[in-house]
T-cell receptor, first 112, second 116 residues
Framework: GNSVTQMEGPVTLSEEAFLTINCTYTATGYPSLFWYVQYPGEGLQLLLKATKADDKGSNKGFEATYRKETTSFHLEKGSVQVSDSAVYFCALVGTGRRALTFGSGTRLQVQP | GAGVSQSPSNKVTEKGKDVELRCDPISGHTALYWYRQSLGQGLEFLIYFQGNSAPDKSGLPSDRFSAERTGGSVSTLTIQRTQQEDSAVYLC??????????????FGSGTQLSVL
């Protein structure tokens, strides 16, 4: 079946540091890949997505590239801010499926 | 409101009791999902509704769990004879069309269920 593996957190960084949150997946066919973010006290919201190999999703300074050869979709940001502190979830939806499969989430804490 | 609304936000119950969790999706959204988030775990898919089609119940963990969606809008997730392992945050999400590839899901803030 489909599965998503994320690096465990929490990840603690200083403001303006470079961020990488690793995500790898297992799926048949050609899944679509997503990053969702959950800010404190808020519901999950879509951060970015990529629907085919080599696509790059980007939003709010975050980027992730769909790498089929390594089955990865790592999240990166060049300079994090305190306001980026949140829990980040990697997810996929497989071919012919409707429901997303989520990773366990990675908590990011950015210190001023 | 403009977003997905869930109620109650917190529910504490005793083992063996039944509970009902409610979800109001965004108006006009035809697809509705229930997920469960246990401590330290990812989001676990429970059930999916799409329009008038038969729901996808493949994620329900046992027959104590059931859900319905009335009039294509509000949904209720019912857990009968609750157990301590049912303690989790129950999340509802909706999407404009049939969900899946590329479709953006809108999540509610969840119901924190604690079974004592």
């Amino acid at each position: 079946g489909n599965s998503v593996t994320q690096m465990e957190g929490p990840v603690t960084l200083s403001e303006e540091a470079f961020l990488t949150i690793n995500c790898t997946y297992t799926a048949t066919g050609y899944p679509s890949l997503f990053w969702y973010v959950q800010y404190p006290g808020e519901g999950l919201q879509l951060l970015l997505k990529a629907t085919k190999a080599d696509d790059k999703g980007s939003n709010k300074g975050f980027e992730a590239t769909y790498r089929k050869e390594t089955t990865s979709f790592h999240l990166e940001k060049g300079s994090v801010q305190v306001s980026d502190s949140a829990v980040y979830f990697c997810a996929l939806v497989g071919t012919g499926r409707r429901a997303l499969t989520f990773g366990s989430g990675t908590r990011l804490q950015v210190q001023p | 409101g403009a977003g997905v609304s869930q109620s109650p936000s917190n529910k504490v119950t005793e083992k063996g009791k039944d509970v009902e969790l409610r979800c109001d999706p965004i108006s006009g959204h035809t697809a509705l999902y229930w997920y469960r988030q246990s401590l330290g775990q990812g989001l676990e898919f429970l059930i999916y509704f799409q329009g008038n089609s038969a729901p996808d119940k493949s994620g329900l963990p046992s027959d104590r769990f059931s859900a319905e969606r009335t009039g294509g809008s509000v949904s209720t997730l019912t857990i009968q004879r609750t157990q301590q392992e049912d303690s989790a945050v129950y999340l509802c999400a909706s999407s404009l069309t049939q969900g899946g590839r590329g479709e953006k899901l809108f999540f509610g803030s969840g119901t924190q269920l604690s079974v004592l």
